[in-house]
């Protein structure tokens, strides 16, 4: 399985996905650049997911920007030594706040390898990842998707990726998650690609960012 490393990758599951289904066509010329996105494995890759949870990209950036500042390096072990001062001056939920410290302890007792995670298949992956308190389905998605480069992952819980599908395709309400998800499966092995394609599509339609960090 091919990680999703470069921009030619892009190109390529984008030329792959208007051919499986040509409904993505015009998508694609609407949405015009859709970008790699992606980080370096690691902690900070995932607590920049974790702050993304259900906020705007705009609060998202201001917050993850503020904890960066204040934990510095940001890895599970300064985190954990910098006590909640910092979680808290920097914005974060009391939810987020636990959960970045249930994830920074398990990375430091070695319950999870975030690196290692990058090599399993997504299944197994996401099954790792949610067995820690506070990260759900959609955080251990996009976590593959940015950080592991998974390239058939397709987070349908995301409220931005619903509501662009339901405006490409003309559809009366947004499709909830299992809907998104079924309708999801004839993009494979692409599904990482055609995410970030109707990421792309929401930031022309809305004229702005939803997609998570970075």
């Known amino acids: 399985m091919r990680r999703i490393e470069t ?16 409904r993505l066509v015009p998508v694609r010329a609407f949405a015009g650049g859709v970008p790699l996105r992606r980080t ?10 974790i702050v993304s949870q259900q906020v705007s990209r705009a609060s998202a950036d201001a917050i993850f920007g503020r904890l960066v500042e204040r934990v510095a390096p940001l890895t599970p072990v300064a985190l954990l030594s910098a006590g909640e001062e910092p979680l808290i001056a920097a914005g974060l939920s009391r939810a987020k706040q636990r959960t970045l410290v249930a994830v920074a302890r398990a990375a430091c007792d070695g319950t999870l390898d975030l690196d ?7 299944e197994e992956a996401i099954s790792r990842m949610t067995a820690i308190p506070g990260i759900g389905p959609w955080t251990a998605e996009v976590y593959l998707l940015v950080s592991a480069g998974h390239p058939d992952v397709f987070p349908a819980r995301d409220v931005a990726l619903q509501a662009a599908v339901a405006h490409a395709f003309g559809l009366a309400a ?4 299992r809907a998104l998800a079924g309708m999801a499966e004839s993009w494979a092995p692409f599904r990482a690609v055609a ?3 109707f990421w792309a599509y929401y930031r022309e339609m809305k004229g702005r960012e939803a997609a998570p960090l970075p």
Do not use: N
């Open 116 to 122: 290692a995670l990058c090599t399993v298949e997504a």
């Open 195 to 197: 995410a970030r394609l």
């Open 7 to 22: 921009d030619s990758h892009i190109v390529e599951g984008l030329d792959a996905l208007v051919v499986a289904d040509p």
């Open 174 to 177: 947004r499709p909830d998650a």
């Open 40 to 49: 370096q494995p690691g902690f900070a890759s995932l607590a920049s997911v």
